[in-house]
Structure formats: structure tokens, C-alpha cells
């Protein structure tokens, strides 16, 4: 009943930007808190950042934060992540995925990945 949809994947030489999208359709996903995931060859798939439902609060991993910015635009259900300053090891699949907003709620929805090359 939702399906959420990456892109703006593509190759770039560390130091370089991307701006990913991911667009919902189906129901709203207003009250849900947004986050993106990747996984890297060879890797489980981690955690990257989030986004509260109505945009006031965000968290990252250490790795990313300073680099990485996560936003949404809840009239179009769009999140975004801004990437600068991409490492090699920022390479990975990309995922967006969508959960409750609970106590521990597990990620429910996700989308099929978007993938992000970084070159030396």
C-alpha cells in the first residue's frame, strides 16, 4: 500500500555531492519518522540517518554527521539526503525506509535502493 522510490544515485569523486530523493506514493506517510540506510559490498546493511515525522528532529551516525543532512517535504512525501564531502567508504546501496512513530518501532516500509559509487 506504500511504495517509496530512490534516485539520484550515480558516481562521484570523493569530495564530491549528491542529493538523494525518495518519493512515497500510496498512503501518507506524514506521521512516519524517515530514515536512510546503505549497504556496502561485503556489509550488513547500517543505519545512516533519520528524520522525526514533522522535520524538527534528525539524528546520524558519527560517520556521517557534518557531511550527511537529512530533510523532508511533507506536501510532496519526499525525504532527501544531502551528501558532501563523500568518502570512499560512503559507497554503498542506499535505502530509504519509513516506521512508526514508537518506542523502538521497526522500519516497515523500503525502498528498492539507489546505488552510490565514490571514487579515489
Known amino acids: 500500500q506504500v511504495q517509496l522510490v530512490e534516485s539520484g544515485g550515480g558516481l562521484v569523486q570523493a569530495g564530491g555531492s549528491l542529493r538523494l530523493s525518495c518519493a512515497a506514493s500510496?498512503?501518507?506517510?506524514?506521521?512516519?519518522?524517515m530514515g536512510w540506510f546503505r549497504q556496502a559490498p561485503g556489509k550488513e546493511r547500517e543505519f545512516v540517518v533519520n528524520i522525526s515525522w514533522n522535520g524538527a528532529r534528525t539524528y546520524g551516525v558519527d560517520s556521517v554527521k557534518g557531511r550527511f543532512t537529512i530533510s523532508r517535504n511533507k506536501n510532496t512525501n519526499t525525504v532527501y539526503l544531502q551528501m558532501n564531502s563523500l568518502l570512499p567508504e560512503d559507497t554503498a546501496v542506499y535505502y530509504c525506509?519509513?516506521?512508526?512513530?514508537?518506542?523502538?518501532?521497526?522500519?516497515?516500509?523500503w525502498g528498492q535502493g539507489t546505488q552510490v559509487t565514490v571514487s579515489s
Open positions: 500510496g498512503r501518507t506517510l506524514n506521521s512516519y519518522v
Open positions: 525506509a519509513a516506521r512508526r512513530d514508537q518506542l523502538r518501532a521497526e522500519y516497515e516500509y
